[in-house]
């Protein structure tokens, strides 16, 4: 039988330094097995997201934004790095001179999102995928919703043939089956 579990945690804990401003990466990097999508390695993320997929504020998004950027200001700045954080956040932004003159030049850019399906767009390059009631499937299968839900689905039909095994089955997709 095949087995799968997976959980993110989006309780707060109030003190000086939480766990919850991983949750948004936790988020994508399942979201990113699930539907066997590479995510864009050269934006960091950060925030906190709650049950309905809002993007909280964080703590200490100026020091995350300027360890990143020298991260990658010492590998070679291309343009193609940045940091995506809470919307919220970019009024707390106090940022170094070094960083914002990479920003004002292009050479980094600093992306905010208020939902987690903003942020799946842009590390993805695809849409990420509306429910509709009226579609067989519920998303579009060019979505990355849709790429999840057919995964989920597959593994779906491998558990009910462990269990079933004489009923006729599709095999289960490898690399998604394009």
Request: negative net charge.
């Amino acid at each position: 039988p095949l087995a799968v579990n997976a959980s993110i945690v989006f309780e707060q804990e109030y003190t000086h330094i939480d766990g919850d401003s991983a949750s948004c990466a936790e988020f994508y990097a399942l979201l990113s097995s699930l539907a066997e999508l590479p995510l864009n390695q050269s934006i960091a993320v950060t925030g906190a997201v709650n049950q309905f997929g809002d993007v909280l504020p964080i703590g200490g998004v100026n020091d995350k934004i300027e360890g990143y950027f020298k991260l990658c200001e010492k590998k070679g700045l291309t343009g193609d790095q940045g940091v995506l954080i809470p919307y919220a956040n970019r009024q707390h932004l106090m940022l170094d001179a070094n960083v914002v003159t990479a920003v004002e030049n292009g050479l980094f850019t600093i992306y905010t999102m208020q939902h987690v399906m903003q942020g799946l767009e842009l590390l993805t390059g695809m849409p990420a995928g509306i429910f509709e009631a009226g579609r067989a499937s519920g998303y579009s299968s060019d979505t990355v919703l849709g790429c999840a839900q057919r995964m989920l689905q597959a593994f779906r039909r491998a558990c009910h043939l462990a269990q079933h095994p004489k009923t006729e089955h599709k095999r289960m997709p490898s690399r998604l089956d394009k």
